[in-house]
């Protein structure tokens, strides 16, 4: 019984060892960083930041800024205008009297 | 200018309408590739700052010699346009440099006189709003220093070391470029429209205002 159990987990070590063994690179392909850091200028295209997002916020910003002031124009004549025409209204009733 | 303003919008807007197809026409730069397309927004919003910073620091000085309210509210409204173009510039920039280089920001000469030249306007609208009497005096000195600094600010990329593209960039791109100069030319006569239409509704504000107090002391006599 006991001769079984020491055979079935010399087995496993032996299958654990030679699975473990499989899954190392080869002597010649160290894991990436391992040996030392190679640098590079540029990185890969699927590693860089996508332009698209930054470009259209440069857009959307200034079509949406020039909105917002243009509305801040238009808002403010429109109170001058409206106080304008109040106080016209005051002094001809004031005139009347 | 009342008379030209319809025609100018119409004209503006069209341009406007046209610029992404002119922009997406152009070719790609290539090492930027798409971000370069910034460009084409980018560098018009400054030219469209250095015609209302000239206004402003014309206006402030002729203010300043002659006393002059018109000139003093266009001196207003060039500074208000200072502030609006720069924030489209500082802004996009940012932009373009997050990709391009990087980095959201980086305090090199050009970037820092830009924002100093943003934050002295900036200065300019609050010292407008919170001074009380004699804030058209101050603010009209502010629009002169202000203005003084643009050609500094201009020429720094060929004066002192940063990382932001050289004037010669710009320059040269006719020859090197055609497509992109005749791209970015039509933009930027589209912002100096733009300019011009804002221009003309912030000082017909102004003339509003004028009259509005006019009217008041009318009133109170």
């Given at each position: 019984?006991?001769?079984?159990?020491?055979?079935?987990?010399?087995?496993?070590?032996?299958?654990?060892?030679?699975?473990?063994?499989?899954?190392?690179?080869?002597?010649?392909?160290?894991?990436?960083?391992?040996?030392?850091?190679?640098?590079?200028?540029?990185?890969?295209?699927?590693?860089?930041?996508?332009?698209?997002?930054?470009?259209?916020?440069?857009?959307?910003?200034?079509?949406?800024?020039?909105?917002?002031?243009?509305?801040?124009?238009?808002?403010?004549?429109?109170?001058?205008?409206?106080?304008?025409?109040?106080?016209?209204?005051?002094?001809?009733?004031?005139?009347?009297? | 200018?009342?008379?030209?303003?319809?025609?100018?919008?119409?004209?503006?807007?069209?341009?406007?309408?046209?610029?992404?197809?002119?922009?997406?026409?152009?070719?790609?730069?290539?090492?930027?590739?798409?971000?370069?397309?910034?460009?084409?927004?980018?560098?018009?919003?400054?030219?469209?700052?250095t015609a209302s910073i000239t206004v402003c620091g014309v206006a402030s000085a002729i203010y300043l010699f002659t006393?002059s309210?018109v000139a003093d509210r266009y001196a207003v409204a060039g500074a208000?346009?200072t502030?609006?173009?720069?924030?489209?510039?500082?802004?996009?920039?940012?932009?373009?440099?997050?990709?391009?280089?990087?980095?959201?920001?980086?305090?090199?000469?050009?970037?820092?006189?830009?924002?100093?030249?943003?934050?002295?306007?900036?200065?300019?609208?609050?010292?407008?709003?919170?001074?009380?009497?004699?804030?058209?005096?101050?603010?009209a000195?502010?629009g002169i220093?202000g203005a003084a600094?643009a050609?500094?600010?201009?020429?720094?990329?060929?004066?002192?070391?940063?990382?932001?593209?050289?004037?010669?960039?710009?320059?040269?791109?006719?020859?090197?470029?055609?497509?992109?100069?005749?791209?970015?030319?039509?933009?930027?006569?589209?912002?100096?429209?733009?300019?011009?239409?804002?221009l003309?509704?912030?000082?017909?504000?102004?003339?509003?205002?004028?009259?509005?107090?006019?009217?008041?002391?009318?009133?109170?006599?």
């Amino acid at each position: 019984m006991i001769r079984r159990r020491l055979g079935a987990a010399l087995a496993s070590i032996v299958w654990l060892g030679v699975s473990a063994l499989a899954q190392t690179p080869p002597p010649g392909q160290a894991p990436p960083g391992q040996e030392g850091f190679v640098p590079i200028t540029q990185l890969p295209p699927a590693q860089q930041l996508p332009a698209a997002p930054y470009l259209i916020a440069a857009y959307a910003f200034i079509w949406v800024a020039l909105l917002a002031y243009l509305f801040s124009i238009w808002r403010r004549l429109g109170r001058v205008e409206q106080e304008m025409r109040s106080l016209e209204q005051r002094s001809r009733k004031g005139g009347a009297r | 200018m009342r008379r030209l303003f319809l025609p100018l919008l119409i004209v503006t807007a069209g341009m406007f309408a046209y610029a992404p197809v002119a922009i997406a026409n152009a070719p790609y730069e290539s090492t930027m590739l798409l971000i370069q397309k910034i460009f084409y927004f980018h560098v018009p919003s400054w030219i469209a700052l250095t015609a209302s910073i000239t206004v402003c620091g014309v206006a402030s000085a002729i203010y300043l010699f002659t006393g002059s309210a018109v000139a003093d509210r266009y001196a207003v409204a060039g500074a208000e346009l200072t502030t609006l173009f720069g924030a489209f510039g500082l802004v996009t920039g940012m932009l373009w440099a997050r990709k391009a280089w990087g980095i959201w920001w980086e305090w090199d000469a050009r970037l820092t006189m830009a924002l100093m030249l943003e934050l002295v306007f900036v200065g300019y609208l609050m010292v407008r709003k919170f001074a009380g009497p004699g804030a058209e005096k101050l603010s009209a000195a502010m629009g002169i220093f202000g203005a003084a600094t643009a050609p500094f600010i201009y020429k720094s990329v060929d004066w002192w070391r940063t990382i932001h593209p050289k004037t010669s960039v710009v320059r040269s791109l006719g020859e090197t470029s055609p497509e992109m100069y005749s791209a970015l030319l039509f933009c930027t006569a589209a912002f100096l429209m733009l300019f011009a239409l804002l221009l003309s509704a912030r000082v017909t504000l102004e003339h509003q205002r004028a009259a509005l107090d006019e009217l008041y002391l009318a009133e109170e006599e």
